[in-house]
C-alpha cells in the first residue's frame, strides 16, 4: 500500500514515534543512572569523578552493560553493543586508561586478545547495578507499577 501523502504543516509525528520515545527514555534512564554512580559509594572514588564531569557518557555504558564477567575479545563487545570495531575500541582504550578494563590474551588464541573488567571495574560494575536497580524504582514510582510492568513486557517481547 503507497505512504500517504506528507502533510508539510504538521510534523509532530516527528517528535512523538515510538522510536524517538525510546531513544529519550533511554538518554533520561542513562543519564539518571550516571548521575547516581557519581555520588555512588560502591563506585571506584576516581572513575565516579569522571562521571560527575561528564567525561563518562552513554556511550561508556555500552561497556558497562555489555562486557561479560568472563571478558570478550573486541569484535564480540562491539557486535554485543551495536558499534563498530572502531568505536568500541576507541571506548575500550579510553576505558583502560581509566582503569575500568584490561587486555589479556586470549586463552583460546595466542594472537587475540580479551578485553576483562579490572578489580576497579568490577567495583564500577558493582555501582552500576545499584545505579540501575534505584533508576528502575524511580521509574516504577514515577508511572506506577502496573504500567511499569507492561514497558518492561512490552520492551521484552519487542527486542527478542
Given at each position: 500500500?503507497?505512504?500517504a501523502p506528507l502533510d508539510m504543516t504538521d510534523d509532530r509525528w516527528r517528535q512523538?514515534?515510538?522510536g524517538r520515545l525510546l531513544g529519550e527514555a533511554m538518554r533520561r534512564f542513562d543519564a539518571r543512572v550516571l548521575q547516581l554512580m557519581t555520588v555512588s559509594e560502591q563506585a571506584p572514588l576516581a572513575?565516579?569523578?569522571?562521571?560527575?564531569?561528564?567525561?563518562?557518557?552513554?556511550?561508556?555504558?555500552h561497556i558497562t552493560r555489555h562486557l561479560p564477567l568472563a571478558g570478550a575479545r573486541l569484535t564480540e563487545l562491539a557486535q554485543r553493543a551495536g558499534m563498530t570495531k572502531q568505536a568500541m575500541g576507541d571506548l575500550v582504550d579510553q576505558c583502560e586508561a581509566?582503569?575500568?578494563?584490561?587486555?589479556?590474551p586470549d586463552p583460546l588464541d595466542a594472537r587475540a586478545r580479551r578485553i576483562v573488567f579490572t578489580p576497579a571495574?568490577?567495583?564500577?560494575?558493582a555501582a552500576f547495578r545499584t545505579a540501575l536497580t534505584q533508576a528502575e524504582a524511580e521509574f516504577r514510582a514515577a508511572v506506577g507499577d502496573e504500567v511499569a510492568t507492561v514497558?518492561?513486557?512490552?520492551l521484552e517481547a519487542y527486542a527478542r
Open positions: 500500500m503507497p505512504a512523538s514515534h515510538l572513575l565516579a569523578h569522571l562521571a560527575a564531569r561528564d567525561k563518562v557518557g552513554a556511550a561508556h555504558i581509566w582503569g575500568l578494563v584490561a587486555r589479556q571495574g568490577l567495583d564500577w560494575l514497558v518492561a513486557l512490552g
